[in-house]
Each structure stands twice: as C-alpha cells, then as structure tokens.
C-alpha cells in the first residue's frame, strides 16, 4: 500500500505529456550547445546579432565567388570554439534517454558533433546540416578530413584546394543557397512523424526546412514541446513551453520521462513491452499507424504553426499517416529556408525541398 502511494504521488509529480511515450523525436538547436561555449546566431550575443554582415561567410554563392572570403573562412575554421567544446549536461540527458527504453532519436541543426561525444549512438543521430569534421570538394565531390585541411593552412595554404581535381574546398556543412544532403530530411521527417514526443530545444524554429518537423510531428498526433529561452512561431501549436534554461531543463525533461516509462512498466507488469502500451492507448480499430512514409508526407510541404489544430483525436480507420498526409494536402507550402546551427560559418538555408528536383528558390525576407 505505501509502494502504491509513493508511485501514486511521483506519477502525479510527472507532467501529462511525459506519460505512456515510447518513441521520442528530439530536434536540436545552437542553444543547446552555447553551455559548452559554442555561441549561437540569432540570440542577445549570437554571431550573425553582433554581426550581421557574418552571414556571408555562410553564403555559398559569396564564398565560390570570393577568394578573399574564402581565406576568412578558413581562418575562422581554426579559431572555431567548438574544437575545444566538450558536451553539456544537456546533450548528455539526452544521451541518457538514447541508452534507455524509449526509442529515442535526435535532429540536430548543428555540426558540432556534441550529441556523439556525450554518448548518443551515432545511429540515432540525424545531422541535418552536415558536420564540420569534414571536408568536401565543390568540383569532384571527392571528402577528406577537416584536420588534414586545417594541417594544411596551418602549413602555409590560405585557401586549400581539392589534392584530386584542384577545386575549391569547403566544410561537409551547408550552406545557404545549397541543398540538404539527399534523403536526410526524408529520415527526419519519418522520425517526426512517428514519435509520441516531439521535443524542440534550443531552435528559434523559424528557418525552414527544419521547423517545420515540428508541424509534421504535431499533425500526426505527437505532442509538441518547446525548451527554448525566447518565443517561436510554433509555441501556438506546442502542448508544452519550458523557458528554464536548457542546461536545467533538458536533464529534468530526461529524468521525468525515465520515471514515466519506469512507473508504466509497474502498472501493467514489468514483462509488457512498451509497444503493448502503444496497442493499449489506441484499441483497435483505432490505433494510429506507426509507419509513415515521409516522401507522401511532404508531397505538398507542410503546414504554418498557426493553422495546426491540437490535440489531434484518431479517426475511425484512419492512421496518422493519412491523416497528416491529408492536412498537409489541403494546407501545403514547400519546405525551403535556412538552416543555422550551433558549431559554425557554414550553415545554410537550402534553396529547394529535397528531393524536389527543381531550382533553388530564394528564401522569404526576414
């Protein structure tokens, strides 16, 4: 009896959202990592505030036309903080959460590498933007080591070109005015689209194609939550908006989920697995669907913050899938926009939705 009170008292401790999740999406931001001193963009102290004319070392047209800029940029690349940065108690609750029951995976805007270091498998992290541990030739597409780069302007070489074809080098990030990586925003939109939990740290979510999993995750039913210092465009569409700062809140977000899955397990009996819990929240023949596709998905983009309707109820015969599929059908916009990240110059807006196939497009003036 005094088991069943204490389980009683925690579980009524546990924020509604955290409950019965078995699948979480995490997308992540530069603020996740200013607390390892890697500064971020758009903040009070960001880069691009204190300096807005910055931007242009992230401008891929500027820096395939300018060699002088180019030269910057490499210089900028040896001073990176994010060399010496190590991971904060943030990256490493979520870390946390990767090793346990809950099938965990994260979206990072940033290059930095961080989510690796603090222990989350290297499976279970998309890079949205790329990594700045690379290097990519813009002519042959042949990649080497940022190390062996930097060894070389360190040596001497202001700007360093491709060994294999004598083109312009760049880091394996990217860079506004180019396009997402094929098929890596296909795997964060299927990651958003069957999670449980979609939480947002750490983004100012206003540059697109990343914001808009938050829309995708929420449409098919996912709660939303949104850990970040300053407003978003998609607070009107979150169950949940979390001001404390990241380097607190994260850990604590970490530490009621674990609890949540433990005290689920002591509910129904610690042989049920947690997708009998998913089977038991949705009786048949209304359990939503827990495969996506993500290219259908995304057929017509998705839908603004404003329009989304929340809490999503399951429809007779109708998956999450389609029901997502149908909202953003009727409300499509194209997924295009910038994408700035935490560890970096080179981080950039892509021009196009991927795997569209089309023109770049310029992004919308902010």
């Known amino acids: 009896m005094a088991a069943d009170r204490h389980a009683g008292a925690a579980r009524a401790a546990l924020p509604g959202w955290a409950c019965e999740i078995t699948r979480l999406t995490v997308l992540t931001g530069a603020g996740i990592s200013t607390d390892s001193g890697i500064p971020d963009f758009r903040g009070p102290s960001g880069i691009w505030t204190k300096n807005p004319a910055a931007e242009k070392l992230s401008t891929y047209q500027a820096y395939m036309a300018d060699s002088e800029l180019r030269r910057r940029s490499w210089q900028n690349r040896l001073a990176h903080p994010a060399w010496a940065a190590e991971p904060n108690p943030a990256h490493l609750a979520l870390a946390r959460l990767a090793r346990s029951t809950i099938s965990t995976q ?30 990519v030739c813009t002519g042959c597409g042949d990649r080497t080591a940022m190390a062996d780069a930097l060894a070389r302007v360190r040596a001497g070489e202001d700007d360093p070109q491709c060994t294999r074809c004598g083109g312009i080098l760049k880091s394996a ?78 850990p604590r977000i970490a530490s009621q989920l674990i609890a949540a899955c433990l005290l689920g397990s002591l509910d129904h009996g610690e042989s049920e697995l947690p997708s009998m819990r998913w089977q038991r929240r949705f009786p048949a023949p209304f359990r939503p669907s827990r495969s996506v596709s993500a290219p259908a998905m995304l057929a017509s983009g998705p839908r603004s913050a404003a329009t989304l ?58």
Do not use: K
Request: glycine letters at 10%.
């Open 173 to 250: 990030t990217i860079m506004f005015g180019e396009a997402l990586e094929p098929g890596v925003f296909e795997r964060a939109a299927a990651a958003a689209a069957s999670c449980d939990l979609m939480l947002a740290i750490g983004s100012t979510l206003i540059v697109e194609p990343a914001a808009s999993l938050c829309a995708i995750a929420a449409e098919a039913g996912a709660a939303l939550v949104i850990v970040n210092r300053d407003p978003t465009p998609y607070d009107t569409a979150a169950t949940a908006i979390i001001r404390d700062p990241i380097g607190t809140a994260v």
């Open 106 to 135: 994260v979206i990072t805007q940033n290059i930095d590498g961080l989510h690796q270091r603090a222990g989350t498998p290297p499976g279970r992290v998309i890079e949205l933007h790329g990594t700045m541990f690379g290097v």
């Open 309 to 366: 309707v929340r809490p999503w109820r399951p429809r007779h015969n109708r998956s999450r899938a389609d029901h997502a599929t149908a909202s953003f059908t009727r409300h499509g916009c194209s997924c295009t926009g910038g994408i700035p990240d935490a560890a970096g110059a080179d981080v950039a807006r892509s021009g196009r939705r991927p795997g569209s196939g089309r023109g770049e497009r310029p992004a919308p003036a902010r």
